[in-house]
């Protein structure tokens, strides 16, 4: 789960982390109302899009007084901000963050992520910290220096001392500051922690000027204070309807609705659509631990998809989710549905043969097919 810049640095913050007084704003109005509760001597106005590369692309202002503020939120609110990141169609600007714009003597770049080697949280750190970090850092990845980072000890910290020293930070280093942040990456199960950049005043103190903070969305059963931020996301009605039920999905422009278990068998078989000259009207993954009407739930909100012009399904069943159970949901939703979409399906693995045995005595309109290939190439053909 991705969470916005402002969603970002109230974490951090709550973790005694540094970042600029701030405010949220979704009027012009409001954003020159929020210059009052600021303590500020000038004011930067900030696009809230969950993708990056936004300085780049006017979506990061800085503004002088509070008209200015209202003037900058005004050109910013309800435009389409595209990034280097959001793709040609960009990301719709629904809330302005204003904050405090600070003189900046230095700027770093810091991140967490776990290392997949050791599952342990891994620090990632630059020098060349700033808008333009990640071209710089594409055009020379050796920019970027990594540490296995401990919980926090005499022998850590003077490991991260050297480290920091390694690009430069030798004077006051932010030892607590960093220790800090991994305390906050490990407690709130995130996948990604960056901070961009992470920078020292000119008065000397360290700050996180911009955050980027990523979620594991398969632990937010252990985050109830996460589920008021999850609503806020983004998410579109159907989204949040399939992962009240146990399933992940994302929908796209196409017309196929794909039904997978896995991950990473729906990004191949999504890539397998589009090579396949099709297109997907969805990303889905069903969790191992998603029951029959889990399942059924999902592909009902593929079957209310007015563009969706055939299911296409790919199963392997193993482990906690086997093909029977997954047939079983695609029975349940047509048993529901006045839409009866033509299915192609390839199951493979634990109960395959039972799956295909209840896909065809309940009468859903299937045609089967051994090779995840020979699926695609036919679903394709069906959604012409």
Not at 152 to 175: Q, S, W
Request: aromatic share 6%.
């Amino acid at each position: 789960m991705f969470l916005s810049e402002h969603q970002s640095k109230e974490l951090l913050a709550q973790y005694d982390m540094p970042v600029p007084a701030g405010r949220l704003a979704r009027t012009a109005q409001e954003a020159e109302q929020r210059c009052a509760e600021i303590s500020a001597r000038k004011y930067v106005v900030k696009a809230q899009i969950m993708a990056g590369g936004r300085g780049l692309a006017g979506g990061v202002k800085f503004a002088a007084t509070p008209s200015a503020v209202a003037d900058e939120a005004r050109r910013m609110l309800g435009s389409t901000l595209v990034t280097a990141q959001t793709g040609s169609q960009g990301e719709l600007v629904s809330a302005v963050s204003v904050e405090e714009a600070l003189d900046l003597a230095e700027s770093y770049f810091v991140a967490f992520v776990l290392d997949a080697r050791t599952g342990a949280p891994m620090l990632l750190a630059s020098s060349e910290g700033g808008v333009e970090f990640e071209q710089r850092s594409q055009m020379d990845p050796s920019t970027v220096k990594t540490l296995l980072l401990p919980e926090d000890t005499g022998d850590a910290r003077d490991a991260l001392t050297g480290f920091l020293a390694g690009i430069g930070i030798t004077e006051n280093p932010p030892i607590d500051i960093l220790f800090a942040a991994r305390q906050a990456f490990i407690e709130t199960d995130m996948t990604l922690l960056e901070i961009n950049p992470f920078a020292r005043t000119s008065a000397g103190k360290w700050v996180a000027i911009d955050a980027k903070v990523t979620l594991d969305g398969s632990a937010l059963f252990r985050h109830p204070e996460f589920e008021s931020l999850a609503g806020k996301q983004g998410l579109s009605a159907t989204e949040m309807e399939a992962q009240k039920n146990d399933i992940n999905l994302v929908r796209m422009d196409g017309n196929i609705g794909v039904v997978v278990n896995g991950a990473g068998l729906g990004l191949a078989t999504n890539d397998m659509v589009i090579d396949g000259g099709g297109r997907p009207a969805n990303f889905m993954d069903i969790r191992t631990t998603a029951t029959s009407f889990d399942i059924a739930k999902g592909v009902s909100l593929l079957l209310d998809e007015p563009r969706a012009r055939v299911i296409l399904l790919n199963v392997h069943g193993g482990g906690m989710t086997a093909c029977d159970t997954v047939a079983e949901g695609i029975s349940f939703a047509y048993s529901r549905s006045d839409r009866k979409l033509p299915v192609v399906a390839r199951l493979a693995g634990q109960n395959a043969e039972w799956g295909i045995r209840i896909l065809k005595d309940r009468k859903i309109p299937v045609e089967v097919f051994d090779s995840m290939s020979g699926a695609v190439s036919r679903a394709v053909e069906l959604a012409r």
